[in-house]
């Protein structure tokens, strides 16, 4: 995976295990990228908060640098906004199809789809409180966002459901599918009503991404229990 080589244009992905850091550490395996993966526990990094402030002012996993952010060099802390930066710097590599093509397009479909619909659902989810000041509130926040995440992965089982072996038709693998593979592990460890693994399609379809070599190694290099 090359987590320890250092190039002239030294890479760092500031990750957690099995967080929205997964996605963009799965790209860069896929991509046979060099790159540092440094562990960042937000909660107990006391004394390296401000220096992680300076990187990404939202505080938030993950964080993607390539070169010396002090003199220059990039910073990106948006995974959807690394996944395809990896892929554009990454050509060679199957993350996303050709650029101009329907099916580039289609990708990009996708990849919004997913932050802004089923990610969005999961974590208000997941942190319901954050979003009432009414305790007595969450209940109803989470029964209605278990409502429509279920709703959001039936229609994925159903897009899935032609036949096609990856979610951009006629595509290799690529960074959509590791992105929908995060998304759906988080579903299933917060058990959500409707679990991906139980869903005709969609539940196969996780289980071929999760064997995927890049997904295998990222999982093992994080250290946690596979969701499929």
Same mark, same amino acid.
């Given at each position: ?35 540092? #993966? ?24 993950? =964080? @993607?640098?390539?070169?010396n952010p ?37 990708? @990009?479909?996708?990849?919004?789809? #997913?932050?802004? =619909?089923?990610? %969005? ?31 959001? #992965?039936?229609? #994925? ?17 690529? %960074? ?31 289980k071929r991404?999760?064997?995927l070599p ?15």
């Open positions: 995976m090359g987590q320890t080589a250092m190039s002239e244009k030294q890479k760092r992905l500031h990750y957690w295990p099995d967080t929205a850091s997964l996605a963009p550490h799965m790209c860069l395996i896929e991509a046979g990228a060099s790159f540092e #993966l440094v562990k960042t526990d937000l909660k107990a990094y006391k004394f390296l908060t401000a220096e992680y402030r300076t990187l990404n002012p939202h505080m938030r996993i993950p =964080t @993607y640098t390539e070169g002090d003199e220059g060099g990039l910073v990106l802390y948006e995974a959807a906004a690394i996944c395809l930066h990896v892929a554009d710097t990454h050509s060679n590599s199957s993350l996303m199809p050709e650029l101009g093509s329907d099916a580039r397009a289609l990708a @990009y479909k996708y990849m919004i789809y #997913l932050t802004n =619909t089923l990610q %969005a659902e999961l974590m208000v989810f997941n942190y319901a409180k954050r979003h009432c000041d009414d305790e007595s509130a969450i209940p109803s926040i989470r029964a209605a966002g278990d409502q429509r995440i279920g709703k959001m #992965l039936e229609f #994925l089982d159903r897009e899935l459901g032609d036949g096609r072996t990856w979610l951009v038709p006629g595509a290799a693998h690529g %960074a959509v599918d590791y992105y929908l593979l995060m998304l759906a592990g988080w579903a299933e460890y917060f058990k959500v009503s409707t679990l991906p693994s139980t869903l005709s399609v969609l539940g196969p379809y996780l991404c999760q064997d890049a997904a295998r190694t990222a999982i093992e290099a994080e250290g946690f229990e596979p969701n499929f």
